[in-house]
Nanobody, 121 residues
């Protein structure tokens, strides 16, 4: 079993910063790409950013230059540093991990419980 636990959400004023963390308990799984998704009533769940195990990153256009994803493979943890936050960044942020298991060719999605980020004055 793989479990993801997020922390770090909250209420912040426009222009402020927040840092999210996601710690994985991966058991016998191998963590491949990890990322952050944002869910809103209007847009559903969409990819914000992800990072491969080798450190290659990908960002949604809306967050480029403001958000930074990083990961500590020794701690099985991924971070999201969010700066210059805007009201439209508001949503529930979910951590995602792509996981494989020895002897199984399939890749599985695992999700955290979500953490609320609200950007408002």
């Amino acid at each position: 079993q793989v479990h993801l636990v997020e922390s770090g959400g909250g209420l912040v004023q426009p222009g402020g910063s927040l840092r999210l963390s996601c710690a994985a308990s991966r058991g016998f799984g191998t963590l491949n790409a990890m990322g952050w998704y944002r869910q809103t009533p209007d847009n559903g769940r969409e990819l914000v950013t992800d990072i491969t195990s080798g450190g290659n990153t990908n960002y949604a256009d809306s967050v480029k230059g403001r958000f930074t994803i990083s990961r500590d493979n020794a701690k099985d943890t991924v971070y999201l540093q969010m700066s210059s936050l805007k009201p439209e960044d508001t949503g529930v942020y979910y951590c995602n991990a792509k996981v494989t298991f020895f002897g199984d060719l399939r890749e599985y999605d695992r999700w955290g419980q979500g953490t609320q980020v609200t950007v408002s004055s």
